[in-house]
T-cell receptor
Framework: AQTVTQSQPEMSVQEAETVTLSCTYD???????LFWYKQPPSRQMILVIR??????QNATENRFSVNFQKAAKSFSLKISDSQLGDTAMYFC????????????FGAGTRLAVHP | DTGVSQDPRHKITKRGQNVTFRCDPI?????LYWYRQTLGQGPEFLTY????????KSRLLSDRFSAERPKGSFSTLEIQRTEQGDSAMYLC????????????FGPGTRLTVL
């Protein structure tokens, strides 16, 4: 079974600074997908960025980028130019590329962006 | 595209009562998922449908839980004889089996069992 570890329960960053959230996972599959979702306080889960494991190039989405290291099973999220609206819980979630499509979520990292 | 919607947003019930939640996926999405999220934790998978077929159920889904997606559109999740341990946020997500098959989440139904 897949497991996901987010080793930073809480992090804080100043507005406009850069922060990196870590995620490691365990899987026996060779092809899969990886996702980062954010969940603002009392609001719904929103997709931040996704990565296909067979692609070596790291995904980028505006201020969000990932550092995907397949051999190390590491999938960190970098947020550049942090904004107050980035304050949220962030969840790392791998997903099988095969018939079982469930997301396996980590425990999350609570990020606070301060002015 | 109005996104995934869930109803009700909040439900307070007494222990032993039955409750039913509804999820309307994004139009044309053929896959629908239910997750449960307790306070301070990441969501845990409960079950998923492709069209009207329920293809996977978690061991978390006890006999008191049942989910349906009768016409491959909206889905319902029923909990019978609720227990205090059922108190959680119930999240619904939908996806389309194209490309990365990304799941998009609804706002959730927060259940409180007294």
């Amino acid at each position: 079974a897949q497991t996901v570890t987010q080793s930073q329960p809480e992090m804080s960053v100043q507005e406009a600074e850069t922060v990196t959230l870590s995620c490691t996972y365990d899987t026996s599959e060779s092809n899969y997908y990886l996702f980062w979702y954010k969940q603002p306080p009392s609001r719904q889960m929103i997709l931040v960025i996704r990565q296909e494991a067979y692609k070596q190039q790291n995904a980028t989405e505006n201020r969000f980028s990932v550092n995907f290291q397949k051999a190390a099973k590491s999938f960190s999220l970098k947020i550049s130019d942090s904004q107050l609206g980035d304050t949220a819980m962030y969840f790392c979630a791998p997903r099988s590329s095969g018939g079982y499509n469930k997301l396996i979520f980590g425990a999350g990292t609570r990020l606070a962006v301060h002015p | 595209d109005t996104g995934v919607s869930q109803d009700p947003r909040h439900k307070i019930t007494k222990r032993g009562q039955n409750v039913t939640f509804r999820c309307d996926p994004i139009s044309e999405h053929n896959r629908l998922y239910w997750y449960r999220q307790t306070l301070g934790q990441g969501p845990e998978f409960l079950t998923y449908f492709q069209n009207e077929a329920q293809l996977e159920k978690s061991r978390l889904l006890s006999d008191r839980f049942s989910a349906e997606r009768p016409k491959g559109s909206f889905s319902t999740l029923e909990i019978q004889r609720t227990e205090q341990g059922d108190s959680a946020m119930y999240l619904c997500a939908s996806s389309l089996t194209v490309g990365t098959d990304t799941q998009y989440f609804g706002p959730g139904t927060r259940l409180t069992v007294l």
